[in-house]
């Protein structure tokens, strides 16, 4: 198993005080079977955006490969290297959290010294008690479903006391859309049933809530079209055996956005767009130049883990770019008995 050394000396961008560790080679895209880590994220996720949307959780072999412009077998290897390296560690299966009758909340913080990473996320678990958290070297973003505004500071007093890390700001509201489905008593045993494993086992699933695979598959098919179901994979990309960047572009008042996201596509084909964006207000250091007006994020496979600065200049030069910050996703990992709690409360509820 290949574990990229991520030790690199070279700051590419800042967000506040923030350093993310360069890793990239002279800017240069990983070639085209390098490239397919990314291609079948891209083709998995839904809108080929890599958001808290997930990822279409029945996508067939045919489709991926189709999507992604290689051979089924090619696809079928691929995968089983991401399970057997580590990168894929399962599937996330929430419902739209209008369901709890709340929303989805992140609390930023920093890791300032290198701590015990156990002990961390013991932290973590034990008082904002996160639905997943996503990592970006020393930069968290842990998921939350909002116990309002008072819990939510007391969650953070406690965090901040219990861990060496420095809160970038309040609490704030993902944005995220609404459901266009209620979830009944039997769609709740079907959140349960599917819960149970790493992934989704479709055929004991069906079992447990007495319905056919077939008539189970129809129902979550229906659930994740109206918004009310999701899966999102749950990642460790440092099991990668290249490096993949997140690169965040943030843009002027003046700048057309779409036409910057277009010709960010023409430059650099293998890419895949992430939302939703971090509030750019977070983003700037202080004095940090002029104040922008939206930011762009998207992730990027690159050529190797080369110290080096030249993607970040390569972005920081394109027309409307205001600044641009690199740094390489570690890994999404989640709680799964914050969300249990939740789902057998609305059971037992029914």
């Known amino acids: 198993m290949c574990v990229r050394n991520r030790r690199a000396p070279r700051v590419l961008g800042q967000i506040r005080g923030i350093a993310f560790a360069g890793n990239i080679d ?6 085209l079977m390098d490239c397919l880590d990314i291609r079948l994220l891209r083709a998995m996720c839904r809108d080929a955006t890599y958001s808290l949307r997930g990822i279409e959780p029945r996508v067939s072999i045919f489709e991926l490969a189709r999507k992604a412009r290689v051979s089924r077998v090619t696809v079928r290897r691929r995968l089983a290297h991401w399970r057997a390296d580590g990168f894929w560690k399962g599937l996330e299966t929430f419902p739209n959290p209008d369901a709890f009758g709340t929303r989805f909340e992140m609390q930023p913080f920093l890791l ?10 013991s932290a973590l678990r034990e008082t904002l008690r996160p639905m997943m958290v996503f990592q970006v070297e020393s930069f968290y973003t842990p998921l939350l479903l909002s116990n309002g505004a008072a819990e ?5 007093r406690e965090f901040s006391k219990a861990s060496q890390c ?10 995220f859309p609404s459901s ?8 709740w045993r079907i959140v349960r049933a599917l819960r149970r494993g790493a992934e989704p086992d479709w055929s ?18 229906y659930l994740v079209r109206s ?3 999701f899966f999102h994979p749950l990642l460790d990309f440092r099991r990668l055996p290249g490096s993949i960047a997140w690169v965040g572009l943030l843009y002027g008042t003046e ?7 277009a010709r960010i596509e023409q430059l650099y084909p293998e890419v895949l767009r992430q939302e939703p964006t971090y509030p750019v207000e977070y983003l700037v250091p202080p004095g940090g130049g002029p104040e922008p007006a939206g930011a762009i994020t998207f992730l990027l496979p690159v050529a190797s883990a080369a110290t080096g600065d030249q993607l970040r200049r390569d972005f920081a030069n394109i027309e409307g770019v205001v600044n641009a910050l690199v740094g390489f996703p570690t890994q999404c990992w989640s709680d799964p008995a914050v969300l249990d709690a939740w789902v057998s409360a609305k059971i037992g509820a029914g």
């Open 204 to 221: 004991r699933a069906a079992d447990e809530v007495g319905m056919t695979v077939r008539g189970l598959e129809r129902r979550v098919d």
């Open 152 to 156: 939510s500071a007391r969650r953070q």
């Open 112 to 121: 300032e010294v290198e701590p015990d990473r156990r002990r961390l996320e």
């Open 26 to 31: 002279d800017g240069a895209v990983r070639d």
């Open 166 to 175: 420095r809160v970038l700001s309040l609490p704030f509201d993902m944005p």
């Open 255 to 261: 700048c057309d956005a779409p036409a910057l996201w």
């Open 227 to 229: 918004n009310a179901l």
């Open 180 to 187: 266009r489905a209620s979830l009944n008593t039997r769609d």
